[in-house]
């Protein structure tokens, strides 16, 4: 597909692609370089380098190891944490390059914009885990992570064809992550004050 095709189309893309990014960075990068490198679609020339060779093999190996770490209840949340200073700036790199200046360069205003989307799926996806983490079984983060992962393949492969499409799913998951979280914390309180009664 030919971002370029639509005019709204761009911008829509890079916005997903901003909020995928603070969910699993390397995977969305490395999944647009490869739809950007088999021609499933068309990258401005800022952005032509994710194609590469090299970075899609430096991506596809930090996925596996994302992959990985983001199975460990505890080390996934201190990924989380280190990975705040990728996630969100490659957000906003995504967002710039979405809205370009007259030159052809990202703009500030889409540098912004995706950098704060990308700031929200990260946060909600972090404190998501960090929730999730205060159980002591790793059934429930095992389950989470893959449900991320399939997440971001699927709306990654759903942006390539139809980005408006995308962009509504990516805000169902932003509604279901805030959901997810308020009823988290609910149950987290009520098991401390359980425990906190037996106790006593």
Do not use: Q
């Not at 790793?138 to 699927?154: H, K, R």
């Amino acid at each position: 597909m030919d971002i370029s095709a639509h005019p709204a189309a761009p911008f829509v893309l890079g916005i997903v692609l901003a909020w995928l990014a603070g969910v699993r960075v390397y995977l969305t990068i490395f999944g647009v370089g490869l739809a950007a490198y088999f021609g499933w679609m068309e990258l401005p020339e800022s952005v032509a380098l994710a194609k590469s060779p090299v970075v899609l093999a430096v991506c596809g190996a930090l996925a596996v190891v994302e992959f990985l770490t983001d199975k460990l209840p505890g080390v996934d949340s201190v990924w989380d944490l280190v990975h705040t200073l990728v996630r969100i700036p490659a957000g906003a790199f995504l967002g710039g390059i979405a809205l370009p200046t007259d030159s052809g360069e990202a703009s500030v205003a889409g540098m912004v914009l995706g950098g704060t989307v990308a700031a929200l799926s990260h946060s909600l996806k972090s404190g998501t885990r960090a929730l999730i983490n205060t159980s002591p079984e790793p059934a429930s983060n095992w389950t989470a992570s893959v449900a991320e992962d399939g997440l971001v393949l699927a709306t990654l492969a759903l942006a390539i064809a139809h980005p408006w499409w995308a962009l509504g799913f990516v805000m169902l998951a932003t509604v279901a992550f805030a959901v997810a979280i308020v009823l988290l914390f609910r149950l987290v309180r009520h098991v401390a004050r359980r425990v906190r009664a037996a106790v006593a």
